[in-house]
């Protein structure tokens, strides 16, 4: 069993940043793939970023590429977001996964386990 505790969220404005963090317990992170998901009220959870067990390959929707930062601190536990040039169609609660892979963009039948969310409330 693994738990994940998503932190970082707030409420930032437009073009600012943030940084989330995800640190497990139970079970060492350096041997499973993460994602992270946002999800906003009325709609599907959806991937926005996800990074390899083993070379920490990294994966990214296109609406977050080149704004958005996946990394990991296999030593920590710990899984990074780190969010720039932040918009506020980027508003919504953030969670941290372990996923089966990442080599094709996850589904939500692809995770195995979730945090409980961090709310990122990104004003105009």
């Known amino acids: 069993q693994v738990q994940l505790v998503e932190s970082g969220g707030g409420l930032v404005q437009a073009g600012g940043s943030l940084r989330l963090s995800c640190a497990a317990s139970?079970?060492?992170?350096?041997?499973?793939?993460m994602a992270w998901f946002r999800q906003t009220p009325g709609k599907e959870r959806d991937f926005v970023a996800g990074?390899?067990?083993?070379?920490?390959?990294?994966r990214y929707a296109d609406s977050v590429k080149g704004r958005f930062t996946i990394s990991r601190d296999n030593a920590k536990n710990t899984v990074y977001l780190q969010m720039n040039l932040l918009k506020p169609e980027d508003t919504a609660v953030y969670y941290c996964?372990?996923?089966?892979?990442?080599?094709?963009?996850?589904?939500?039948?692809?995770?195995?386990?979730w945090g409980q969310g961090t709310q990122v409330t990104v004003s105009s």
């Open positions: 996964a372990v996923v089966r892979s990442v080599v094709e963009r996850p589904s939500l039948s692809d995770v195995n386990y």
């Open positions: 139970g079970r060492a992170l350096s041997n499973y793939n």
């Open positions: 990074i390899t067990w083993g070379r920490g390959s990294t």
